[in-house]
């Protein structure tokens, strides 16, 4: 839910005496940014924290303040602001580390651009809708600007801080300080981390502003804390008694919420025997965290039960409350309350006595704003690809979210809905025709699982048509009159497809048939200007086994059939010749094995004939003659 600016007036009074001591912001975590919009330096302030020069926009131009020495901090002297030709919605896009994180802008007019028209826009942070701006300001926050801050979850790895016009009006932005904090703080595991903290007045009892860029008074986690005076009931200013000491309060920056010492040195009493009111302005649609600060620094309440009140928010009796017999003297105390079904604007916090006067050091009133859905992550890491890929132009405000917040237009030129689980935000729609693109269509288009119709005709868009662009959602396709190049697509065939317009580009190769079904089924299909397409009536004949400059699908099964044809065959003859040389191994040997074979034979021949001949000599001679074979 927006907020207005009238919620922050009271923390715009930065004009003070500030104490030039050194100052750094002792975090108990390890990120932060301090960046210095509009400036292309960084800089370190009179409290020793170092601002980096202007990053992680996504667009728009810088300018100085009209009267630069009104400002005494140097990142509240510099502005970026966002011109329509930049888009409706430009954004800061920090990279950060899953997290919990405390957020604060400084916005500022001061007649930058010597138009006298202060700007009415909406901010949102991650993709939640958080403040809202409406031109005319009030003289105050004109001329001296205004602090406003959060608490979020970021688990995406990016800070998505959008801007988002009115109207024809720049959105506007000093400073952006990022700190991240106790994942637990601010009873976060009791409200979840799908909702934001929104800051409607930290509250200083007894105190002036101080804080992180205000005095030297350090705050872990960067919260500024201002003065009580303004929310006081009238009745409760005169009888308001303020209180202060410079001795150490114990338990103080303790985890989660590290909360700093010189909250507690400070305090709030009335005279006599009255009661003590604040009145709190608020949004009736939305409930609030009230977060209540206590410490019993009067030396002259020495026991418990000598200052007993009752803490009541809209008539309910919150707590019954002894601070001294809490924690006893100089320590500090705190509870919170959720105040829930508002019927006014106005929350009042009454400390009524039971024993002695009440007594408060600080309160903290947060409104609890549901995080907005948020677009599938898939898809958004979809739509960021295209966006480069189409190359985009800057005056289309792609930036931050694609869908949210839901209560602004998406993209332009895109349509979002809830997925079937009303859990997120899926793309639906895109419409880009006529747009002057000269890119490409990435292949993470393929992320699109719900897109129910895409145009991006008219364009000269080249390349390719993603191998994955069709999905059983889509039901209409145009994109006619580019110069896309290659085949349609098989992934189409398992599209719902009832228009299909790709006519006048240089697209190849065979039409699936289910595709050019689409006209048969009822449908409109115009593939007209397409010299390579082939395969379907009205085009003509694809080659047998060529097409798009090399093999068709049909000449690659063929090759690949005759192969194993061929292969066989081979295995065959082999087989056959390994069987004859079996049975007739002297006829089908190798000519060497043959003439090996032919001289032992001659060689056993010879020897036969030899011993005939000696036989018959012995014979001749008388001898007993012996068998052949003995």
């Not at 509240?76 to 957020?103: A, D, H």
């Not at 190769?509 to 689409?518: D, F, L, Q, W």
Request: charge should be negative; proline fraction near 7%.
């Amino acid at each position: 839910m927006p907020l207005s600016p009238s919620f922050f007036l009271s923390l715009s009074s930065i004009f003070f005496l500030l104490l030039l001591l050194p100052f750094s912001l002792s975090s108990p975590f390890n990120t932060s940014f301090f960046i210095d919009c509009g400036s292309p330096e960084g800089s370190t302030d009179a409290f020793n924290r170092t601002w980096l020069p202007d990053r992680f926009y996504s667009g728009g131009n810088t300018a100085v303040v009209s009267e630069p020495l009104h400002f005494h901090l140097v990142a509240e002297k510099t502005v970026r602001y966002f011109p329509l030709s930049y888009g409706k919605k430009n954004c800061y896009v920090v990279p950060l580390p899953p997290g919990r994180y405390y957020i604060r802008t400084f916005t500022v007019y001061d007649n930058y651009d010597g138009k006298s028209h202060s700007p009415s826009f909406d901010v949102s942070v991650e993709g939640t809708l958080v403040f809202s701006w409406r031109s005319p300001w009030l003289e105050k926050l004109l001329r001296d600007g205004s602090y406003s801050d959060l608490f979020a979850f970021v688990g995406d790895g990016e800070l998505d801080l959008c801007f988002y016009s009115i109207a024809t009006d720049p959105p506007i932005v000093g400073s952006l300080e990022v700190v991240q904090v106790d994942p637990s703080s601010y009873d976060a595991d009791g409200t979840g981390q799908n909702v934001l903290l929104v800051n409607y007045g930290r509250l200083a009892c007894g105190s002036d502003q101080w804080g992180p860029g205000f005095t030297n008074h350090t705050d872990s986690f960067g919260r500024s804390w201002q003065s009580d005076e303004d929310f006081r009931s009238d009745d409760s200013r005169s009888a308001a008694r303020s209180l202060s000491t410079e001795e150490k309060i114990k338990g103080v920056e303790q985890p989660p919420n590290y909360f700093p010492m010189k909250l507690y040195q400070t305090a709030v009493t009335v005279s006599g025997s009255g009661s003590l009111v604040y009145e709190l302005d608020v949004d009736a649609k939305l409930d609030y965290l009230l977060w209540f600060h206590f410490s019993e620094i009067e030396s002259t309440v020495k026991k418990a039960g000598e200052r007993v009140f009752d803490l009541v928010v809209n008539g309910n009796n919150v707590s019954r409350v002894d601070v001294f017999g809490e924690v006893g003297a100089f320590a500090a105390y705190s509870l919170n309350y959720t105040v829930k079904n508002l019927s006014s604007t106005t929350v009042t916090v009454k400390l009524s006595p039971v024993s002695g006067a009440p007594i408060i050091s600080g309160l903290e009133n947060y409104a609890i704003v549901p995080a907005d859905m948020a677009t599938v992550p898939e898809q958004v890491t979809a739509m960021k690809a295209l966006k480069d890929s189409l190359r985009v132009p800057d005056r289309m405000g792609w930036n931050g979210d694609p869908c949210a917040p839901t209560s602004w237009d998406a993209w332009e030129g895109v349509a979002c809905r809830p997925n079937p689980q009303g859990s997120a935000l899926v793309i639906f729609q895109i419409d880009l025709g006529s747009q002057g693109l000269k890119g490409f269509i990435s292949e993470q288009i393929s992320l699109l699982t719900d897109m129910n119709s895409l145009n991006l005709s008219s364009n000269s868009l080249t390349g390719p048509l993603p191998s994955g662009l069709g999905h059983k959602s889509l039901v209409s396709l145009d994109l006619s009159n580019n110069q896309l190049t290659g085949p349609i697509p098989e992934s189409l065939t398992f599209s719902s497809l009832k228009l299909v317009l790709l006519n006048g580009n240089e697209l190849q190769g065979k039409v699936p048939e289910e595709v050019y079904s689409v006209g048969v089924h009822g449908g409109i299909i115009d593939l007209s200007g397409n010299k390579g397409l082939c395969g379907v009536p009205t085009l003509p004949s694809c080659p047998l086994l060529w097409e798009n400059g090399h093999l068709s699908k049909g000449g690659k099964i063929a090759i690949a059939i005759s192969c194993v044809v061929l292969f066989v065959l081979v295995l065959l003859v082999i087989y056959l010749c390994c069987i004859w040389r079996g049975r007739h191994d002297y006829d089908f040997a190798p000519p060497h094995d043959l003439t090996s074979l032919a001289a032992k034979r001659n060689r056993y021949q010879r020897q036969k004939s030899l011993m005939l001949l000696e036989m018959e000599s012995q014979h001749a001679k008388g001898m007993p003659t012996l068998p052949l074979n003995s």
